[in-house]
């Protein structure tokens, strides 16, 4: 069985900076809090119901079920979160609090393995009848992805074997055998989750299932269609009005040429078909999500690293449809993208994954997190008029100011889970060495030529360019460091032990092959200055204006600097930028400063002569900590003059 070659967990540890201070914050608020919410002790914020329903299940407490049909999964990603805060920082309060909350969960399982609160307690009489809508399946992908998580961290099977014997009740129902279920959920996850199952447990079988659920989905005759028929429903409902292309089932998986569907469902599917394509040594597979990498990273990738351009349906649309103000751009939906990207990533060693992965992580998913770690955005627009969004939008998910908690809570605690793993994103182990991928203060162990090797990176990035990198192993060992230079970054420098050496990266990654002794010291300088970004003009909404990022930071303009109707500045194409780190902004943060011109109120609504400007000056903050001043107007793309 071929294994991922990210670093294990307790192999990584930051130690200062941007990546060091989000991690804390997670280990430290964000899993406390959302414990507290996921137990209804959040004053203020919607309940959650979740520690309840497993209690009720489990014959703890008497009560009814509370929420949607897939609720458990916010508890299960939880989990996941918190067993990842055991492997880097073993705490043994939280240890006998996920002992106790396993403990209800085993009690709550049923004789035959199913697990789901929902259809326990509500209705146990319409199991697997629902695939298209209620999430059975997703539901117990992510209570596995938990068991690994727990397993991995503790080296307990408690929760292990748990999901063990729900994922055997999933076999034993889900095939082309006769008595078997020929269908798949109508929301992917539980793919991606049974090939981290059989990595962990060693079971072939898992990884049988999984490649059934992706090659299953979309084949004639159409499960999920004859399904709804029989249960008499029509298609389209509101979610599904591109019907079966919706749920990625109207054609085979492999037949796909562009992304379609709800945004989540298509990435989670994705990273699932680039597991399977290593495991089994699938070429065509492995085709298949190169080509639909390609399609979003050239037609349907937001400039923050979002995707999912239409709120109804919180799916992808058609190529270059990427309205700034309508942008869903789903928090789970850009997990999903570093999921997919992390994969290809170790699938072949090219800076466009990690450049990606980068984007989204500085993005669009810190944007749905608060600085504090006590408030979330599902939705993450890169343009709003909180009075406009309000009346626009009936969904309840679009939101002008992140809130404590959801109904639909899916985004917050995969948020806590993808910090609290992150150290599987910053290196892979190579089978010549260590390749580097995102660049934060921190220390990190591995093996080369059969020795322990230590690195100890010292950086402000992104803050700051350069990036200092000890090499210490345990004696004199020959190994390949493989650097990534981003494809932004142009006039990058290098050095080992003050001597500078050629930089010629190869698909983005420089190779220094050299023989190691302790105390040798890399520098790299990655040069990040301003730039004004420009769309391509087939993206006609936002034709005539310009973006500005630094080194992987997109920024954007606020209210709270400008005051409101930001659709009146306009930054002059020759106008300077002056780049100020702000100590007491945000954190820290850097920002970027110039003169501008704002259009002023006219007293006509339509008016034949020019409308009168004023020069102005402009702030532009990291897009990633908007909305933390209150609420108000925000753009990222500016009309340029």
């Keep these: 069985m071929n294994y991922p070659s990210a670093l294990p967990l307790g192999h990584v540890r930051f130690t200062g900076g941007y990546l060091a201070e989000r991690t804390r914050l997670v280990r430290e608020v964000v899993i406390p809090y959302q414990w507290d919410a996921l137990n209804d002790r959040v004053p203020g914020a919607e309940p959650s119901g979740c520690v309840h329903n497993f209690q009720v299940a489990a014959g703890e407490k008497p009560g009814k079920f509370y929420g949607l049909f897939w609720q458990d999964s916010d508890l299960a990603k939880w989990l996941e979160a918190a067993s990842y805060r055991l492997a880097t920082h073993p705490d043994p309060k939280l240890e006998a609090e996920i002992d106790r909350l396993i403990a209800t969960l085993a009690k709550a399982q049923g ?39 727990h397993f991995r961290a503790t080296g307990k099977r408690t929760l292990l074997d748990v999901v063990c014997k729900l994922a055997d009740l999933i076999d034993r129902t889900f095939g082309l055998q006769p008595g078997q279920i020929p269908g798949y959920c109508g929301h992917e996850e539980i793919e991606l989750a049974l090939v981290k199952l059989a990595r962990a447990t060693g079971e072939a079988r898992y990884l049988k299932l999984a490649s059934y659920f992706i090659d299953q989905r979309g084949q004639e005759p159409n499960y999920l269609q004859a399904e709804t028929e029989r249960r008499g429903d029509k298609l389209p409902w509101h979610m599904y009005h591109d019907g079966l292309a919706t749920l990625q089932a109207a054609q085979p998986v492999r037949e796909l040429k562009e992304p379609v569907g709800h945004a989540v469902r298509q990435m989670y599917l994705l990273a699932a078909m ?16 190169r080509t639909l990498w390609e399609s979003i990273v050239r037609r349907h990738l937001y400039l923050t690293g979002g995707v999912g351009s239409e709120p109804y349906g919180e799916k992808f649309t058609e190529p270059f449809d990427l309205p700034p103000d309508r942008a869903y751009a789903e928090t789970c939906a850009a997990i999903g993208v570093i999921f997919f990207a992390r994969r290809l990533l170790e699938i072949e060693l090219h800076g466009a994954y990690a450049d990606v992965m980068e984007r989204a992580l500085y993005n669009n998913v810190q944007s749905g997190m608060s600085v504090d770690g006590t408030k979330f955005f599902y939705v993450n627009p890169l343009e709003l008029i909180p009075a406009v969004a309000k009346r626009r939008y009936e969904c309840h998910l679009v939101k002008t100011q992140r809130v404590g908690w959801f109904g639909c809570a899916c985004c917050p605690p995969n948020v806590a889970r993808l910090f609290a793993s992150l150290g599987e994103y910053v290196a892979s182990q190579r089978p010549d060495g260590l390749a580097l991928h995102l660049y934060a203060a921190s220390e990190l162990r591995f093996t080369a030529s059969g020795r322990d090797v230590r690195l100890a990176v010292t950086t402000d ?46 698909n983005g990654y420089a190779a220094l092959r050299r023989t190691w002794q302790a105390g040798d010291r890399v520098e790299l300088v990655l040069p990040m200055p301003v730039e004004r970004v420009h769309a391509d003009p087939r993206v006609a909404t936002v034709a005539g204006c310009t973006a500005l990022q630094r080194g992987p930071v997109v920024y954007c303009v606020e209210e709270a600097d400008h005051g409101p109707n930001l659709a009146a500045l306009t930054l002059p194409r020759t106008a300077p930028l002056t780049v100020r780190r702000d100590p007491a902004l945000l954190g820290g943060c850097v920002v970027i400063e110039t003169t501008g011109t704002r259009q002023r109120p006219s007293a006509d609504l339509y008016s034949t002569t020019a409308i009168a400007t004023e020069a102005t000056p402009l702030r532009a903050i990291p897009y990633g900590l908007w909305a933390n001043r209150g ?9 340029e003059s």
């Design 631 to 639: 609420e108000g107007e925000m753009r990222v793309w500016i009309r």
């Design 111 to 149: 004789p035959d393995g199913y697990l789901n609160t929902y259809f326990q307690l509500v209705e146990p009489q319409s199991r697997w009848a629902n695939l298209r809508d209620c999430h059975e399946l997703y539901v117990a992908g992510h209570m596995i992805e938990a068991g690994v998580a």
């Design 461 to 506: 990035y992104p803050w700051d360019d350069k990036v200092a990198i000890a090499v210490n192993p345990t004696a004199p060992t020959e190994f390949t460091l493989h650097l990534r230079v981003p494809g932004r970054c142009r006039g990058a420098t290098l050095t080992v032990n003050g001597q500078s050496q050629p930089l010629a990266p190869v």
């Design 274 to 289: 680039a597991d399977l394509a290593v495991e089994n040594k699938d070429a065509t597979l492995l085709q298949s999500c």
